[in-house]
């Protein structure tokens, strides 16, 4: 009996062939933008536990001076190989821009040190060590990179400031790795920027009595230290756990899809499952069969899925190893294969998901009475007691997120408080957009509007689903709009106070007196002044103390959120400091209150004042350079504010001080500068997400492009007997894709609201958790009509289309068919 029953059932995808591609679409595409994000975050988190890797040959050790601007002397690395430390390699880093201002980090290595390391080979499989010595001095670049930027193997590479490097070489993936560096001989880094010594020392694996022999050969200037990117993780929990919610969310947006495409299958099934069961079929044989068929299609989207979304993680993977390498200066492998990870979680995750979505659906299918399954009109109410259910649904989840509201503030707090509230007004959207309509065809007498509205309102049956999901992804986009761009207007506002200077100069503190000397004898220079940093270890994570003088520009300089009235002489005449947003959040404390620093700093100091702090990862504090602590300060990293007289060039003014100290491009910075490069990495933090929302979106148009094409024969009746009437053709493509966007409008008009409620929890949320930052949120009306009005253009078109291919038959032929 199975065999003739599963055939019945499942010949129905015969009929409907494009409700194949609607369930396969849901599930596969939730499930792809999901395991695309779990294979990124899972690979960038693997990268900062094993540390940096060049080569494939970890390098989890490097020797480095104090001040990071400055370079480690060649003779101590010689020293240091004639000692028998054969695994540590000279490195020479420095960054350029090409002419379409993309950032590219160039890595000089000492090709014979790393001789035994290196693959020799040609035809892009290794580097040669003959031909990476010898002029022109050839470019190597992983396969990954060099697809992600669009290179060839031997184009040259045009630079800003530099002359164009290359011939490029592109290495096998498998046989180095290089994350997004370029690699060449530090001969070509040298020419570039010709400086004595070397930036570090990269050391393989060393032993403790191997580190200690290591520290008694350091000068005092340099030290040994752990790579960054093996501390890296606490650090960028925050972005990873913002691209895990997007592809949550994703993920959502498919299965929603999935479940219309579902519930329009089995729906359509009514009056077949119900002549089944009058021929003696019962439930348990029509569940088996069901229950089959659903497992096929998990199978089926966990397949596809998997595989679309590593395809997608490697497209992903260089935009997001760029943005973590610029942020926090983590390396992030390129290369990336399917870990089985993925795979269970897809497979739990779409087996929970199928069932939540098929669970109503087919209790639905198989509890109603076999006499009410084979009624044109049980669709109808069966889908408005749903959405009555739904709707009381909705106002359930609305009370727990008006609970949670009142949660301790966290990441986690806020992403749920997000995700209660993003289901609520999903579930509402389908029962108020049938009583929206409902309304509109009892107020208009003619008949053609009265049945386009109650047409309308009935095509929620196999619509709704779909309008939520598109509901969802156009509130995510737009509620990610405003985020980033309230978000990029307080740090632009931010910048353009705190740089107050024309010109920044980050000198040794050896060359700082000379330097200080020479600035006085200028007549270009209207005033300088030097500032100190140094770092601290704290409970509430590494501290970074910054000294400030008494002059104006300095108070102008700092963007205060709220302070004491004298804050500023209290910062210099009394024991009081001046804590950054974030690490006043840390220690609990505001303005007036007392804070106990580590030593060297000491107990009791009174907060004078709180400011903003957008652009930097660690807590930071403010103290008078003149101040209890000011000598210790002075050992600290030197930067120096150089403010030059009205109308004096400051790039002719950097030449002159480059030339006269011998200092590198990186010492070296003008104010405009330093903003465009701030600007353009802050526009790149947010690339990931907003390829998610826009991936979202196009899925949600597509499920109801595609709900709307699979219903077309179900349709085919009452469009033609509306052109029996006397319709015309134009008229029923205006009206089929007229519906589509009426639907798209309400949907649109709980999207907006629900976009910005989305953002303020973003804002005041989940960024004050993550970075405890606050800010002002803009909106941006022009960005939202753009998003909207680009949805409703694809909405027409997906509605006017399926009517558009019934049109091109006569009626008669189309009623005929239709009956």
């Not at 739904?390 to 509201?405: E, F, M, P, R």
Request: with cysteine; aromatic share 10%; charged share 15%.
């Amino acid at each position: 009996m199975f065999g003739p029953v599963a055939n019945a059932l499942w010949g129905h995808y015969r009929r409907h062939p494009f409700q194949i591609l609607l369930v396969w679409l849901g599930l596969t595409l939730g499930i792809a933008l999901l395991v695309g994000v779990l294979s990124i975050n899972q690979h960038a988190q693997k990268s900062y536990r094993e540390g940096a890797k060049l080569f494939s040959n970890p390098y989890p050790f490097s020797i480095h001076h104090t001040q990071r601007t400055q370079r480690v002397p060649q003779a101590f690395y010689i020293d240091l190989r004639r000692a028998g430390f054969t695994q540590c390699v000279p490195i020479e880093r420095l960054q350029v821009v090409t002419p379409s201002l993309d950032d590219l980090n160039l890595m000089g290595v000492d090709t014979i040190a790393m001789l035994p390391m290196l693959s020799e080979g040609d035809g892009g499989e290794g580097i040669s060590p003959v031909e990476a010595m010898s002029p022109p001095y050839p470019v190597y670049v992983g396969e990954a990179m060099a697809s992600h930027k669009g290179w060839q193997s031997g184009q040259m590479i045009p630079l800003l400031d530099y002359p164009a490097i290359g011939p490029l070489r592109i290495v096998d993936n498998d046989a180095l790795s290089m994350g997004t560096y370029l690699v060449a001989d530090m001969a070509l880094l040298r020419a570039l920027s010709p400086h004595a010594g070397i930036s570090e020392v990269l050391c393989g694996a060393l032993s403790q009595a191997e580190r200690e022999q290591i520290r008694q050969l350091l000068p005092p200037a340099l030290t040994l230290a752990k790579t960054q990117t093996t501390q890296l993780g606490p650090l960028t929990n925050a972005f990873h756990l913002n691209l895990l919610a997007m592809g949550l969310l994703a993920f959502v947006v498919g299965l929603f899809i999935f479940y219309q495409a579902i519930s329009l299958s089995m729906t359509q099934r009514q009056p077949l499952v119900g002549g089944l069961r009058q021929l003696g079929v019962d439930g348990r044989q029509l569940s088996l069969v069901m229950a089959i068929e659903l497992v096929g299609w998990v199978i089926l989207g966990v397949i596809s899925g998997n595989v679309l979304g590593l395809l997608l993680a490697k497209q992903l993977l260089p935009a997001v190893a760029t943005t973590l390498s610029d942020l926090y200066g983590a390396e992030v492998d390129l290369i990336m294969h399917w870990q089985w990870q993925w795979g269970l979680y897809s497979v739990l995750l779409a087996l929970l998901g199928a069932a939540m979505a098929s669970a109503w659906p087919l209790i639905r299918l198989i509890k109603t009475p076999s006499g009410r399954l084979s009624q044109r009109m049980t669709l109808l109410r069966g889908t408005r007691r749903e959405f009555s259910v739904q709707a009381v649904l909705a106002l359930l989840l609305a009370v727990a997120a008006w609970g949670v509201s009142y949660w301790p503030s966290s990441q986690w707090q806020g992403f749920t408080l997000i995700a209660l509230t993003m289901l609520s007004a999903a579930l509402v959207l389908p029962y108020l957009c049938g009583g929206l309509f409902h309304l509109l065809a009892q107020w208009h007498q003619g008949a053609r509007w009265r049945w386009f509205f109650t047409d309308a309102a009935a095509s929620l049956s196999y619509r709704g689903v779909a309008a939520m999901a598109f509901m969802l992804a156009v509130s995510a986009h737009i509620g990610m709009e405003t985020m980033v761009g309230s978000f990029r207007a307080s740090t632009e506002t931010w910048l353009q106070q705190r740089l107050a200077a024309d010109v920044y100069v980050r000198p040794s503190n050896e060359l700082l007196p000379r330097m200080e000397s020479w600035l006085v004898k200028q007549d270009n220079v209207s005033q300088f002044w030097t500032t100190y940093r140094r770092e601290l270890d704290a409970p509430q994570g590494r501290l970074e103390v910054l000294s400030v003088g008494n002059r104006p520009l300095e108070k102008q300089a700092l963007a205060i959120k709220n302070a004491q009235p004298d804050y500023w002489s209290q910062l210099h005449q009394q024991r009081a400091v001046l804590l950054s947003e974030s690490l006043a959040a840390k220690f609990g404390v505001e303005a007036g209150e007392i804070v106990n620093l580590p030593a060297p700093m000491g107990e009791r100091w009174q907060v004078a004042g709180v400011y903003y702090d957008y652009g930097n990862p660690y807590g930071q504090l403010v103290v008078s350079a003149r101040g209890d602590v000011g000598g210790w300060l002075t050992a600290g990293r030197p930067s120096m504010a150089v403010v030059l007289d009205q109308g004096v060039e400051s790039d002719l003014f950097i030449a002159q001080i480059r030339r006269t100290f011998s200092l590198s491009n990186g010492q070296v910075q003008n104010q405009a500068d330093i903003m465009q490069y701030a600007m353009r990495i802050f526009d790149r933090t947010f690339t990931v997400t907003e390829s998610l929302c826009v991936l979202m979106l196009i899925v949600a148009i597509s499920g109801l492009f595609f709900s709307t094409l699979a219903t077309e024969l179900s349709r085919q009746r009452q469009y033609s007997l509306l052109r029996c009437l006397g319709s015309s053709g134009r008229e029923l493509i205006a009206l089929g894709g007229g519906q589509l966007v009426i639907l798209g409008v309400a949907s649109a008009v709980i999207a907006i609201p629900l976009g910005l409620l989305l953002a303020g929890m973003l804002i005041h949320v989940v960024l004050k958790a993550s970075f405890g930052w606050t800010m002002t949120m803009s909106f941006f009306p022009l960005t939202y009509a753009t998003t909207i009005g680009l949805s409703m253009l694809a909405l027409m078109v997906a509605g006017a289309w399926p009517v558009y291919r019934m049109m091109k038959r006569t009626a008669a032929v189309s009623l005929r068919d239709a009956q």
